[in-house]
């Protein structure tokens, strides 16, 4: 049975790091997208980053671009988000995605979603 799971998140002050990750299972990782997303309260879903099969479509949202760093360790089925400079704003749930499809990045073309997990960047 497939299943996404996250950790890693917390309260941290502005400024701060944090690295989330998404353990998969139950299905063959090296062959679907990963994508995280995060959704704070009274908002849509977004798109944070998000790693093609592989690892050879990388892409980012402006908001998060040159902060935070998605990466891939094929071996142990685990995709990090490695997020910097945090901001109040990067405040959310964070959630990994994964989809079949290479060029996925919008909500609507992952398949298989993991619960989340709380980020609060706050003094």
């Known amino acids: 049975q497939w299943q996404l799971a996250e950790s890693g998140g917390g309260l941290v002050q502005p400024g701060g790091s944090l690295r989330l990750s998404c353990a998969v299972s139950?299905?063959?990782?090296?062959?679907?997208?990963i994508g995280w997303f995060r959704q704070s309260p009274g908002k849509e879903r977004e798109g944070v980053a998000s790693?093609?099969?592989?690892?050879?479509?990388?892409n980012y949202s402006d908001s998060v671009k040159g902060r935070f760093t998605i990466s891939r360790d094929s071996p142990n089925k685990v995709v990090y988000l490695q997020m910097n400079n945090l901001k109040p704003e990067d405040t959310a749930v964070y959630y990994c995605?994964?989809?079949?499809?290479?060029?996925?990045?919008?909500?609507?073309?992952?398949?298989?979603w993991g619960r989340g997990t709380q980020v609060t960047v706050s003094s």
């Open positions: 995605a994964a989809s079949y499809n290479d060029y996925a990045q919008s909500v609507d073309d992952f398949d298989y």
């Open positions: 790693s093609s099969s592989g690892g050879a479509n990388i």
């Open positions: 139950g299905f063959p990782f090296d062959v679907y997208t």
